[in-house]
């Protein structure tokens, strides 16, 4: 996957985070600017200290909240190694949300110029994961409501050869099944991106997306009820 599109940018950077923006609403005004570079490094460390004997999961999070604290202290560096642990899948959940590389690219480059003034309203009363997906998923549905003719997914990962059969019915098939997962009902959407492709659980995606979790499986239902029927042809 690509690095979200902020590769040289220059992003303003407070000397330490101001006051909230809303999930999905624009960043605050700020003071100094900073030259933030986000780039895949497979050398990137998370300066987030290791227990021994954690689970990996456990682990995750507890960097995460590490690197929230020194951040909200002012630290660039912490906010940089926050942005390069969740930039992939802040991009990854855009590109099936809304089914548009460009509209995808744009959402990820708002949420994480965002980030910044936002952490300062985070009080960790849930993951910082779960905060986060719900300002790119509310980005993703403002983006949605502002343009009504979204485009079918393609994805670039699978490549046919010359008369491999298998590999251009297995692409035909993805192609279909992601048109379909972007011709869903926003609200039918997000659940099947948070749950079916991003392997959340019921609960945090319940809670990213601000819905009781019986909710959530009543719309996760009829998604994979309809695109059950979409895909019939490709059984």
Not at 18 to 26: F, L, N, T, V, Y
Not at 134 to 152: E, G, Q, S
Not at 192 to 199: F, K, M, P, R, T
Request: proline content about 7%.
């Amino acid at each position: 996957m690509s690095a979200l599109p902020v590769v040289g940018s220059t992003v303003s950077a407070p000397s330490s985070p101001q006051r909230a923006s809303e999930p999905g609403g624009p960043a605050s005004t700020v003071h100094r600017k900073a030259r933030i570079r986000v780039v895949h490094d497979d050398n990137d460390v998370d300066p987030a200290p290791v227990p021994r004997g954690s689970r990996p999961e456990r682990l995750d999070h507890q960097a995460d909240d590490w690197l929230v604290g020194k951040a909200q202290e002012g630290s660039l560096d912490a906010y940089e190694a926050l942005v390069r642990r969740h930039r992939d899948r802040i991009y990854r959940i855009a590109l099936r949300m809304l089914g548009n590389p460009d509209d995808a690219e744009d959402v990820a480059q708002e949420v994480v110029i965002q980030l910044w003034t936002a952490l300062a309203g985070f009080a960790g009363k849930s993951l910082f994961t779960t905060w986060l997906y719900r300002i790119v998923v509310n980005r993703c549905l403002a983006t949605i409501r502002r343009r009504r003719d979204d485009t079918p997914l393609t994805d670039p990962d699978i490549v046919s050869s010359p008369g491999a059969d298998v590999q251009v019915m297995a692409r035909n098939s993805l192609s279909a099944m992601l048109a379909a997962v972007t011709d869903l009902p926003p609200e039918q959407r997000a659940p099947v991106v948070l749950v079916d492709i991003e392997q959340l659980g019921y609960d945090e995606a319940a809670a990213v997306l601000g819905v009781s979790e019986p909710t959530l499986r009543g719309r996760l239902y009829r998604a994979r009820r309809r695109l059950a029927d979409t895909m019939r042809e490709w059984a």
